[in-house]
């Protein structure tokens, strides 16, 4: 059980267009979302964290105009990536937090999504 | 924010019992520590976690002195499919905080 599903796997796209990621909760109610980035060969940076219904809270650094997080619901939170530019080419992650038991005790994670921008 | 600090990378030779320590020196009370295994272009996958002493599962064991300002994963006998990046988290539980950030993990290499 606690299964986190993200989509796309990968992503190849143009600089300049937008790309969304989803990240769902499949068997539980994730009241509490993060997303994460990570470079290769480096650790899972947090950008943000979300929960249901609120506006996500960003990392220091992180730009929220940049990068779009909307948590509508209890099994759905989305990352956008705003105007992509080959900077932001890195290996995004999203993980999930219930509220009930055995689902508030610990992260579930999706299996992330390579985004590579041209 | 509970900040972890690992050592970066080691190497094992398989059937080895493997011990990665993890500082975290401000845990605050509530909070549990989590270990969890990352391979490459892969989410982090669940490994094991405790709040204090000792905690045993079916793939590892993780030990936790009394002061909890650290902890120690134990891989038994490893083998070649546990080579992989492994981070400890500190914070998740019942009660524990929204801010969960992963420090820089160990990178264990299993020699045949």
């Known amino acids: 059980g606690a299964v986190v599903s993200q989509h796309p796997s990968w992503v190849i796209c143009k600089s300049g267009t937008s790309v969304k990621i989803e990240c769902r909760s499949l068997?539980?109610?994730?009241?509490?979302m993060f997303w994460y980035r990570q470079f290769p060969k480096q650790s899972l940076m947090l950008m943000a964290t979300?929960?249901?219904?609120?506006?996500?809270?960003?990392e220091q650094g992180v730009e929220k105009d940049k990068f779009l997080i909307n948590h509508a619901s209890l099994t759905l939170s989305t990352l956008t990536v705003t105007s992509a530019h080959p900077e932001d080419s890195s290996f995004y992650i999203c993980?999930?937090?219930?509220?009930?038991?055995?689902?508030?005790?610990?992260?579930?994670f999706g299996s992330g999504t390579q985004l590579s921008v041209l | 924010l509970a900040k972890t600090t690992q050592p970066i990378s080691m190497d094992s030779y398989e059937g080895q019992e493997v011990n990665i320590t993890c500082s975290h020196n401000?845990?605050?009370?509530?909070?549990?520590i989590t270990w969890y295994q990352q391979f490459p272009s892969q989410g982090p996958r669940f490994i094991i976690q405790?709040?204090?002493t000792k905690v045993t599962n079916e793939v590892a064991s993780l030990f936790i002195p009394a002061d909890r300002k650290s902890s120690t994963l134990s891989l038994p006998r490893v083998s070649l499919s546990d080579t992989a990046v492994y981070y400890c988290?500190?914070?998740?539980?019942?009660?524990?905080?929204?801010?969960?950030?992963f420090g820089k993990g160990n990178q264990v290499v299993v020699i045949p």
């Open positions: 068997d539980f109610q994730a009241t509490t």
């Open positions: 401000n845990i605050a009370t509530n909070d549990y």
């Open positions: 993980s999930a937090r219930g509220s009930a038991m055995r689902t508030n005790e610990k992260l579930f």
């Open positions: 988290l500190v914070g998740v539980g019942p009660l524990g905080n929204n801010r969960l950030a």
């Open positions: 405790g709040y204090k």
């Open positions: 979300s929960n249901e219904g609120s506006k996500a809270t960003y």
